[in-house]
Structures are given as structure tokens and as C-alpha cells.
């Protein structure tokens, strides 16, 4: 440590072991429990901290998802469906606690495979994707009594399509519902991180379920549109952009098929003047860098008041410059790799017409590394609604910041957005939290906090963030025929 007036920590490398993955060089499908060769081209699935190729990723044909979905019909109908929630809830469970046991192995293949910080892979994936399946076990024998009918059925066959901004999560945050519900699957990972779904393969096979009750199937987005548009899908579950979104929504109009859809965001964070500043910086940090800002509830609008905006944004000035931005393996790390060229190049294209609107850029002076995908934490001051870094989803380590006077203005900016997933709230009033609430046409508010999730609540948006919830006991309703 220097011995400055203002200290500067310096901290020693601290990778985990990439050898803990036990990354493998190819791997294959699931489909009616056997991993198989598809008869797609296969992927080369790339560390986007360093462009290597990590392995070679088989992929799915339009008969491979034709396969598959008549393997999940037949174990609907033969065994699944069938099956009473005691039962499958042992299965669940099963499947949890393997989750939990293969924490660090998932972990470090996840950070690799997406470029997330291992201390985000470890803490906060990992460990809410098992705890999706403890909680959805629980209901499994409960439906009856979830408020939502007396004999709640499954709907069959749910086909669902995943992101690649939370890869194992995402698989759980599907897979859980529609398994306790008595459904089975076809799920299609995203093209550039499959790597976690595919060892969730490995413990679904070794849990014992069933062949054909979840099938998982590697692929780009031919792949999907394949499986949303089969017409032995009952169900589509959907989270990505929100111009696929709306292709799966226009292709599925009339079909009778049951639809959710969680899709962008532009959420944004509003401090008042009595907030507490010291802590509301710690949300504002974590609720755009988090995960690099690939978050669609990502609180990527801060709206301040005005009295308040010099000094706070002096304070997120000083705090995201000890961001550290590197090796998504090193646990010191708080911002690692986006998670690829593509997406790197339209953070920079959207940046890039921030300063030519005439938003005053400032970029955290934080080395980065040589290679891979990086890019370093970026806050925009004098944005107005009308650019386009205030309006479109960057999906990427970048803030703009708005000014506000009344409560009545900070509602009417924080709506001006055709998204509706999420919004935080920072003041120190609880009557005046409550009101936000209620005015604030989001799915998901927090009070002084952020990104704050859990297994229980149920999550969702409204406009064209999607629609309908997934967690708690209202998400449930979505794999059910009720």
C-alpha cells in the first residue's frame, strides 16, 4: 500500500485454477438422455478474456429438434406428467444439491466460458441457480394449493430458449418451474456459452431423470426458431433481445401456445437528495458494472437531483476508478470480459454516438489487458432523453446519468422508456419509496438497493421488457394449465 494521503491498494494476482473446469475438448448434445452428435455445424465456443477457442460444441439440426421434442412428448406421457410431485420433487432436489457440489467446478467454466469475475460466477450464479431448484422441489407436491386452481395440470412440452449474459442461471431459472410443474424440456443454450448448460446435462443424467424429460440442444438462432415454432411445443419461454422477442411473439400469434417473454431493459436508478449517498454509489456500481452491465434490469439511467448530482457523481467518479478490470479468473477482479467481438463493437458504436450527441464522456483510468474483450467502465454526464445512449439497451459498462427537480419529473423521465423490466429507488422516506413504486411502470422496483434476486420473487416486465413472471409462486402459472 502507498503511503498517499489517499491509499491505493495493490493487489497480488489470485486466479482459481482453470483446470478445475475440467474442460473438455468437444461436447456434445443431450437429447433422450444420451449425449449424441447433432447434425449441425459445430461451434467453437471462445474465452472472450483471451480469443481462445475453449472447446468444439456439437450443435442441433431441424431433425435433431425434431427428435427431441417427440422425446419429450413421449416422456410427458409415458412418465413425467404421470408422476406424482412427491416423486418428481426427490429428482429436483437431486439436482440441486449436485448443482451445489459441483459449485467451483460450474463456477470457474462459467467465468471462462462467459468472461463474468469468478467472484460473481461463485457467489451469486452458482448459487441461485441451486437454490432455484431447492425452491421449485418444494412446490413440486404443492400446486394444488398455490392459489391457482384445485387440479393444476402441466401443459407438456415447454420449449425454452436462454441468454448468454447468465448461462447456468438462466438453464435453472427455466428448467426449475417447468420440471416441478410436471413438464418437460427442450432447452436451447445461447451459441457463444452452452459450455454449463451442457455439464447441467452431465447431472441431469447422473440425477437419474428420466430420458427425453429434459433435452438440451446447442445451436445459434436457427436453432431456436426451430424449436419455438415446432408444433409439438406447448410452451415457449424466451429471454433475449426484444427484437427476437417480438419475432417469436409474430410467429406464434394464433398457435394456441402458451408464451413468456423477458426481454431488454433501460431501467433507471433515481437518487433523491436525502438518500445516502456513500451507500447509494455501492448500488449505482453494482447495479450498471455488475456482470460487466450485461444485465437486462442493468440500472444503466441514474437519475439525480439536481442538488445532489455534482456531489454524487464526484463520489462514483472516485469509486468506480478502484474498479479492478482483468482476468474474470482472478477473484480480485470486479469487471471482467464482454462476453464477445460482437458485442464489444455495438458498446463502442453506442458510446461512440454519445460523445458525438454532446454527452461529457468520462472513462475510468483503469489499465486493460491486451487481449480479449474489454472495455472499461464509462459514465456520460449532460445526457438528455432524447440520445440515443438514454433510449437503447447498451448492454455493456456504461451509465448515462440525467438530472431531475420533483418527485413528479423523476417519475416522468424514469417512465419515458418503451422498457419496462426494473428500477431502484434510493431515499431515505418510506411513504416516498411507496409512491415511486406505485408510479413507476416497472416489473421490478428495489429501495436502496439493486439486483437484488431470489428464487421466491417473481420477476418480469411490462411494454417491451416481455410479459409474464418467472419465480414465487406466481411464476408457476406460466407452466401450468390453468
Known amino acids: 500500500m502507498n503511503s498517499d494521503v489517499n491509499p491505493v491498494w495493490e493487489y497480488a494476482p489470485a486466479p482459481e485454477n482453470r483446470d478445475i473446469a475440467n474442460l473438455k475438448p468437444s461436447y456434445r448434445m443431450y ?8 447434425g449441425g455445424e459445430p461451434l467453437k465456443t471462445v474465452n472472450p478474456a483471451t480469443e481462445e477457442v475453449l472447446a468444439e460444441v456439437s450443435t442441433a439440426a431441424p431433425s435433431d429438434v425434431d427428435r427431441a421434442v417427440k422425446a419429450a412428448r413421449r416422456a410427458h406421457e409415458r412418465v413425467w406428467g404421470r408422476m406424482p410431485g412427491a416423486e418428481r420433487a426427490k429428482y429436483i432436489y437431486r439436482i440441486a444439491r449436485m448443482i451445489a457440489e459441483r459449485s467451483r467446478e460450474l463456477a470457474v467454466l462459467e467465468s471462462m466460458d462467459n468472461g463474468k469475475p469468478i467472484k460473481e460466477s461463485r457467489d451469486v450464479d452458482v448459487p441461485t441457480a441451486s437454490a432455484h431448484f431447492f425452491y421449485h422441489a418444494g412446490w413440486a407436491d404443492k400446486l394444488a394449493y398455490a392459489g391457482l386452481g384445485p387440479d393444476p ?17 438462466m438453464a435453472a431459472w427455466k428448467l426449475a418451474p417447468a420440471l416441478a410443474c410436471g413438464n418437460t424440456v427442450v432447452l436451447k443454450p445461447a451459441e457463444t456459452t452452452p459450455l454449463t448448460a451442457l455439464v447441467l446435462a452431465e447431472i441431469i443424467q447422473q440425477a437419474d431423470l428420466p430420458p427425453g424429460v429434459v433435452n438440451i440442444l446447442p445451436g445459434a438462432g436457427d436453432v431456436g426458431a426451430e424449436l419455438t415454432n415446432h408444433a409439438g411445443v406447448d410452451k415457449v419461454a424466451f429471454t433475449g433481445s426484444t427484437e427476437v422477442g417480438k419475432l417469436i411473439q409474430r410467429s ?10 423477458e426481454l431488454g431493459g433501460k431501467a433507471a436508478n433515481v437518487v433523491f437528495d436525502d438518500a445516502p449517498l456513500d451507500q447509494a454509489v455501492e448500488g449505482i456500481v453494482n447495479g450498471i458494472f455488475f456482470n460487466q452491465g450485461h444485465v437486462c434490469c442493468a440500472g444503466s439511467r441514474l437519475l439525480v437531483q439536481e442538488s445532489v448530482a455534482d456531489e454524487l457523481l464526484e463520489k462514483l467518479h472516485a469509486r468506480v476508478s478502484t474498479l479492478r478490470i482483468g482476468d474474470p479468473l482472478d477473484k480480485n477482479t470486479d469487471v471482467g470480459a464482454i462476453n464477445s467481438r460482437e458485442q464489444l463493437n455495438k458498446i463502442t458504436e453506442l458510446v461512440s454516438s454519445g460523445e458525438a450527441e454532446g454527452a461529457t464522456r468520462w472513462t475510468s483510468p483503469c489499465p486493460l489487458p491486451d487481449k480479449g474483450f474489454f472495455f472499461a467502465p464509462t459514465v456520460f454526464a449532460g445526457v438528455s432523453q432524447a440520445m440515443r445512449i438514454a433510449r437503447e439497451e447498451i448492454f455493456g459498462p456504461v451509465l448515462s446519468v440525467l438530472t431531475f427537480r420533483t418527485p413528479d419529473e423523476a417519475v416522468a423521465k424514469a417512465n419515458n422508456t418503451p422498457y419496462g423490466l426494473s428500477a431502484g429507488i434510493w431515499t431515505d422516506k418510506g411513504s416516498r419509496i411507496l409512491w415511486m413504486a406505485n408510479k ?19 420477476f418480469g416486465g411490462y411494454q417491451e421488457s416481455g410479459f409474464g413472471r418467472e419465480g414465487g409462486r406466481t411464476g408457476l402459472e406460466a407452466y401450468l394449465d390453468v
Open 153 to 169: 395440470r402441466p401443459l407438456g412440452v415447454a420449449g425454452q430458449v436462454i441468454p448468454w449474459n447468465f448461462p447456468l442461471l
Open 31 to 38: 437429447l433422450d438422455g444420451e449425449f449424441v452428435e447433432g
Open 440 to 458: 413507476l411502470r416497472a416489473g421490478v422496483v428495489w429501495a436502496n438497493t439493486f439486483n437484488r434476486f431470489d428464487p421466491t420473487a417473481p
Open 252 to 261: 406464434l400469434a394464433g398457435s394456441g401456445k402458451k408464451l413468456t417473454l
